[in-house]
């Protein structure tokens, strides 16, 4: 068995007890980061066996894994913060054990999309995640989510934010409202809303731009 398990996005009380069972009773733990998750374990005295899985490892241990699960291991996939193979490792995994008919369960539990999208009071009947824009054939992306017309979702890093607001500018006009969320559940969280024009006059007062940013655009009138 394979337990996908989401982790705190940055308050650690946001865990659930189901999520702190699950953590205590599987043989090991696959862990994007050992230092990230080994903060979270210790707050919460989880002495279980860990063991790294990320982004750079992936192909070469899931054959490891796999062999372990089939020989009666239950194991526990986390990342740094959310939900595996969302923006983060895991979906490879997730898959290989698809296809060796090993059972897979993710457990319900913290996302910043969620609440980003509940707090921006923007239409939420219909709307799209994109996750971070890709670096290469960005505009041709760009361009195609002009058109969409449903509440878009993005994550971005902090030395891409203004970058990624001229870009939203040229594709999506001044006027079009923007709400951005800055580190979600943590202690420099923060909420702005207004139109795109505003969000760059904004961060180009900000000496240094820091934290990890959720981009909620609304969708198209």
């Known amino acids: 068995m394979l337990y996908i ?9 946001d865990f659930t ?10 043989d090991f733990i696959l862990v994007e980061n050992y230092k990230v998750s080994k903060k979270l374990l210790n707050f919460y005295n989880i002495k279980t066996p860990i063991k790294n899985y990320h982004i750079y490892n992936e192909h070469k241990i899931i054959p490891s894994i796999l062999e372990k699960i089939k020989e ?20 490879l995994l997730i898959r290989s054990c698809i296809k060796n008919s090993i059972s897979i369960e993710c457990l319900p539990g913290p996302t910043s999309i969620i609440p980003a999208l509940v707090i921006s009071g ?13 670096k290469k054939k960005r ?18 890093s902090p030395h891409r934010l203004l970058r990624t607001l001229n ?19 943590k202690i420099f969280q923060e909420t702005l809303r207004g139109n795109i024009k505003e969000m760059i006059l904004y961060y ?17 009138k």
Request: hydrophobic share 40%; proline share 5%.
């Open 5 to 13: 398990v989401p982790t705190p996005i940055g308050n650690l009380e």
């Open 17 to 26: 007890f189901r999520s702190l069972r699950i953590l205590n009773e599987v």
């Open 72 to 91: 009666g291991k239950k194991l526990a996939l986390i990342s740094n913060a959310g939900t595996p193979s969302i923006s983060d490792p895991g979906f």
């Open 122 to 134: 923007l239409s939420i009947n219909e709307f799209t995640f994109i996750g971070f824009l890709p």
């Open 139 to 156: 505009k041709i992306k760009l361009e195609k989510l002009s058109i969409e017309n449903r509440t878009l979702l993005l994550y971005e």
């Open 167 to 185: 870009d939203l500018k040229y594709f999506f006009g001044l006027e079009r409202n923007i709400v951005i969320c800055k580190e979600i559940s």
């Open 204 to 220: 180009k007062n900000i000496k240094k731009i820091l934290g990890e940013y959720i981009l909620i655009l609304d969708k198209k």
